[in-house]
């Protein structure tokens, strides 16, 4: 069974910045499409990023130039690195291994202003 496990959510300031990781068990990993999707209170869950197993990647025109999906195969762990960070990210921030469907508990963001 494939468990996904967020961590790096917290309490920021507008403009500062935070780095979510996600560690996927499974050998297949590497060969995984992973993505980031956030659900704020009241909204629906969306995409926020997503990377595929060649490297390719694709962002939500919300998040593009401030944040940056990446993944380390050798550590079963996609990253989410996220700059100037706005009041309007604030969300619970979930890992989802596309291909399997699986997702995490979630990681929640806070964004102050």
């Known amino acids: 069974q494939v468990q996904l496990v967020e961590s790096g959510g917290g309490l920021v300031q507008a403009g500062g910045s935070l780095r979510l990781s996600c560690v996927a068990s499974g050998s297949t990993f590497r060969f995984g499409a992973m993505a980031w999707y956030r659900q704020a209170p009241g909204k629906q869950r969306e995409l926020v990023a997503a990377?595929?197993?060649?490297?390719?990647?694709n962002y939500a025109d919300s998040v593009k130039g401030r944040f940056t999906i990446s993944r380390d195969n050798a550590k079963n762990t996609v990253y989410l690195q996220m700059y100037s960070l706005k009041p309007e990210d604030t969300a619970v921030y979930y890992c989802?291994?596309?291909?399997?469907?699986?997702w995490g508990q979630g990681t929640q963001v806070t964004v102050s202003s």
């Open positions: 989802n291994w596309i291909d399997i469907g699986s």
């Open positions: 990377i595929y197993s060649g490297g390719s990647t």
